[in-house]
């Protein structure tokens, strides 16, 4: 049985009635907005987890990438890291099992497990008896999973998993937020670049904005390449001119014209659009 502190916590959280889980909830949700980066809201997420849910004493977050790694993306100690690097080795465990199977997988007691016969005796030797894999959110890129564990066989009650399951909810919506602002900045990015690029084919080529749009869309189209890349890459071949424009004031070997200007067709030429 557990003592100190964490006992106290644990049947002071069993016993709490429905609202009074929902005051709790809301204010574990209120502390993870208040994080202003995605690192500390995944920070938060992992000790609010073991800080709030009954007999849990490590936790970390799983990513699964479409392209099938996995990666730990937040954890409360080194701990977290290494059974959950073996999990991933393996292809074994509640994590891996909970994020394939899109299920909550449970483990009472790691050291009479059969189910993943490579991963629990190792997971045990490092010290984990309980284990509780569940998903955080499926995402178009990426699926995440929140590990719980504990030190002691049978660890996890109904309780456990009953306040695991809400504060799952309210960490998915703080980092699902907090991953839609990231998409919003990269949005925002793209834009600033093939403006840029729209504002050099211009200049280059004395067309209108429309026109010089419509050309960058064209060349995207022709050669198969995403337009946010023809603009990054337009834009970044006048800043290299410019900076050797600026250490070379001569200008030897710099045409100034529309060769060279890392055009789409992978041979550093962008043709001037048809009048």
Known sequence: MLTGDDGARDRALRDVDEAGLARLMAAVAESLHHQSETEDVLRGIVLAARDTIPGVEHVGVTVAHRNGRMETVAATGPLVYQVDDLQYRLHEGPCVDALVGRTVTTSEDLGREDR???????????GIASQLGMELFDEERTTAGLNLYASRAHAFDTATLQIARLFAVHAAHALGRRLAEQQLTEALSTRKVIGQAVGIVMERYRLSEQQAFTFLTHASHDSGTKLRLIAAQLVDDVDRRGAAAHRDRSGHGHDGGA???GGPDGTGRIERPSS
């Open 116 to 126: 993943w016969p490579r991963y629990a005796p190792a997971a045990s030797a490092l």
């Open 259 to 261: 060769r060279g200007a």
